[in-house]
């Protein structure tokens, strides 16, 4: 009787393994996107705690913190933001449930310090847990020139606020270069920008495998001009609901791989 027992007890802890292992194994990335959000949302408060003597002002859907004196540069800021709100959001069919935070710096070392960027030229923006921090433009854009015009056009609203869409709706469960060929189509149907238009492949252009498992490592222009392409080309094949299908399954932890090749 009690061998029999033994057995059974042997059997059920048998069965209890293999069903744990095959739950760790399939659903590592279900897990992944169910942890992500607190995740981000640490890294969101250690900024916030970071910039809390900034000032802030506040628009409709936006807080823009900004330690500079400069009222002018953030009401642009603001402009620029609400600008394209409407319709990025209605696209995408999503709207953040809370105001996105935007952080403009007049020193491009807070800039790389608090959006954990280790080297390289500090950009005009970036996305990063939760916010878009950007340089002022007033960095970028030379005196003299159109600076509402330059910045409502070829600024980095759009891109980085696609990139927060993205990250919101997946999880944080996407290649890098699918979230960046989503912003530069986002910037080129709202702006009319095409990125890399002038530029031209001297081998045939990276692959989606190529772009998935080595992004950092291909020609970063070539590799962006590829991701828009990508993106554009799925987009004028079977719609942008396409997109948002993918974005909705990638939430739910499903893999890019297996989908993208459906
Ligand atoms: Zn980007």
């Known amino acids: 009787m009690r061998r029999v027992l033994n057995k059974k ?7 209890l393994v293999i069903f744990l292992m095959t739950i760790g194994i399939f659903n590592y990335k279900v897990l992944k996107v169910h942890g992500y959000p607190l995740f981000r ?18 628009t409709e859907h936006f807080i823009i913190r900004y330690p500079m004196e400069d009222e002018k540069i953030i009401d642009l800021v603001a402009k620029a933001s609400e600008k394209h709100y409407k319709e990025v959001c209605d ?7 809370h105001k996105t935070t935007v952080i403009v710096y007049d ?12 080297q390289g030229k500090p950009p005009m923006g970036v996305y990063f847990a939760s916010t878009i921090q950007i340089l002022s433009p007033r960095l970028w854009i030379p005196q003299g020139e159109e600076i ?24 944080g469960n996407y290649p890098l270069w699918f979230t960046e ?47 828009f392409e990508i993106v554009k080309e799925m987009v004028e094949r079977e719609g942008f609901d396409e997109i948002n299908q993918l974005l909705k399954d990638l939430g739910y932890g499903r893999s890019f791989e297996a989908i993208f090749a459906k």
């Open 107 to 118: 020193n491009p070392e807070d800039l790389m310090n608090n959006a954990s960027l280790k």
């Open 9 to 15: 007890i042997n059997k059920f802890i048998l069965f």
């Open 181 to 227: 060929g989503v912003a530069l189509y986002q910037e080129y149907l709202q702006t009319g920008y095409v990125w890399g238009e002038t530029l031209s492949y001297e081998e045939k252009p990276y692959t989606v495998e190529e772009l998935t498992d080595d992004f950092h490592k291909l020609d970063m222009m070539l590799a962006y001009k590829r991701s």
């Open 148 to 171: 509402e015009e330059i910045f409502m056009n070829e600024g980095p609203m759009v891109h980085e606020f696609t990139h927060l869409l993205v990250d919101d709706l997946t999880r």
């Open 91 to 97: 696209r995408f069919n999503y709207h953040p449930e």
């Open 41 to 58: 949302k640490i890294q969101h408060e250690l900024i916030l705690y970071k910039t809390k003597d900034y000032k802030t002002k506040e």
